[in-house]
């Protein structure tokens, strides 16, 4: 998987498409991404205490990494993502304009 937690994505499919958010959370083995704001589903929660009321919360559900794309730094489109080595270590790069994500 090559989406990390704080890369800024698009949602590219699905009901919630056009919109951008940065990753809360990855989930590499399952494939998935926790999205700040994107996929929102109402969770209910009851009392726990005797004086305490019940709520409904707003919680991010996660989504298939294939459903979203990283945004370019540069002009903040979608891109792919590549790989380059320089010196000894292997950073992320837009395949949209060659930057490079990491830093």
């Known amino acids: 998987m090559?989406?990390?937690?704080?890369?800024?994505?698009i949602v590219i499919t699905g009901k919630?498409?056009?919109k951008t958010g940065k990753i809360v959370k990855a989930i590499p083995k399952?494939?998935?991404v926790i999205i700040e704001g994107v996929n929102m589903k109402k969770k209910h929660r009851r009392p726990t205490r005797s004086n305490?009321?019940?709520q409904v919360i707003?919680?991010?559900m996660p989504l298939p990494v294939s459903n979203v794309m990283i945004?370019?730094?540069?002009d903040n489109k979608p891109s792919r993502i590549g790989k380059?080595?320089?010196g000894n270590s292997s950073v992320r790069i837009s395949k949209r304009s060659g930057t490079?994500?990491?830093k």
């Open 30 to 32: 399952k494939q998935l």
């Open 52 to 54: 305490q009321k019940g």
């Open 58 to 60: 707003d919680k991010a």
């Open 71 to 74: 945004l370019d730094p540069r």
């Open 100 to 102: 490079q994500l990491d």
């Open 84 to 86: 380059k080595v320089i």
């Open 16 to 18: 919630d498409r056009g």
């Open 2 to 9: 090559k989406l990390k937690k704080g890369d800024n994505v």
